[in-house]
């Protein structure tokens, strides 16, 4: 009888054990990477054209491939670029050792975030900002100058809009950034692709509730704009 009872007592934990083991199996299941990562190998004699931006240009860089397949080879920083402080560590390796015929690049909606001591996003009375205005100015001016002597031409995009209801960010915040970096831009003679003018026009159709990220087919409207201030470039 005992051996039966015990038997049984197995039987019931059975399912449990297997529940138990197909969520650990889920959980440990590696996060794929995003498509816009992937190494891109030059078509010999296509200029070669690096994006540089945070995870709303990981949003449009591969409808930018599509769109200018057979026109250009395009490139971007194998990462999210997140903010100035980053793009100041990185930007060398970024850039590699290879020639650059057009940069089109952003940084914006990382600096303007505000974080708790425990790195946590947060409101601006219980927070602290990644990079106020003075120093992101500052990182941008030196990061400008750095891709100056790449030879490249160079386009900055217009960080787009911050909605209410963003944890850690406040809404229209990125106006105030955009102001400061269409001055050294336009002070650097460096073009200007103002996805957030467009953006600002379009919100509800384009971009994601309470979320600074677009769905897939407001992504495919801002590669549109992104290929045509590529071309242009890439026409001079």
Known sequence: MKRYLIALAIVALLPLTVTAATKSTKTSRPKKPSPSLEKVEDVAGLPRVMLIGDSISMGYTVPVRELLKGVANVHRAPTNC???????????????????????????????????????????????????????????????????????????????????????????????????????????????????????????????????????DGSKKLAELVVTSIKAQLGK
């Open 82 to 216: 997140g903010d100035t402080t980053k793009g100041l560590e990185s930007l060398d390796s970024w850039l590699g050792t290879g020639k650059w015929d057009v940069i089109h690049f952003n940084w914006g909606l990382h600096d303007l975030k505000y974080f708790d001591a425990n790195k946590k996003l947060a409101t601006p009375d219980k927070g602290k900002q990644v990079n106020p205005l003075p120093v992101y100015e500052k990182n941008l001016r030196e990061l400008v100058a750095r891709m100056k002597k790449t030879g490249a031409k160079l386009i900055w995009c217009a960080t787009t809009p911050v909605p209410d209801g963003c944890d850690g960010r406040i809404k229209g915040a990125e106006v105030e950034y955009n102001q400061v970096a269409a001055k050294i831009m336009k002070e650097n003679g460096v073009a200007i692709d103002d996805l957030h003018a467009y953006a600002a026009a379009h919100l509800a159709e384009i971009q994601l509730p309470k979320n600074v990220h677009f769905h897939t």
